[in-house]
Nanobody, 115 residues
Framework: QVHLVESGGGLVQPGGSLRLSCAAS????????MGWYRQAPGKQRELVAT???????NYADSVKGRFTISRDNAKNTAYLQMNTLKAEDTAVYYC?????????WGQGTQVTVSS
């Protein structure tokens, strides 16, 4: 069992930056790949970025060059650095741990990009 808690969301102006954190507990963090997803009002949840156990990352086209996913296995935490934010990045952002036949989700953190 893995318990995930996201933090770092908030209100930011267009062009600004935020860093989301996903703190994991309850199991061995390094055994799981990690992902960030988001869901805007009235839309389906979509992939933002993933990072493998070995540190290889993958991004949605809409965030490439602006967002960076990373992980610190010593701190049991995954991060999403978001730069040059746009209004269309507004959503609830969710952290996911997956692997070994299991999938775990956090409760989400709201990101609002508005002037």
């Amino acid at each position: 069992q893995v318990h995930l808690v996201e933090s770092g969301g908030g209100l930011v102006q267009p062009g600004g930056s935020l860093r989301l954190s996903c703190a994991a507990s309850g199991s061995i963090f390094s055994r799981y790949a990690m992902g960030w997803y988001r869901q805007a009002p009235g839309k389906q949840r979509e992939l933002v970025a993933t990072i493998t156990r070995g540190g290889s990352s993958n991004y949605a086209d809409s965030v490439k060059g602006r967002f960076t996913i990373s992980r610190d296995n010593a701190k049991n935490t995954a991060y999403l650095q978001m730069n040059t934010l746009k209004a269309e990045d507004t959503a609830v952002y969710y952290c996911k741990a997956f692997g070994n036949g299991y999938t775990y989700w956090g409760q989400g953190t709201q990101v609002t990009v508005s002037s």
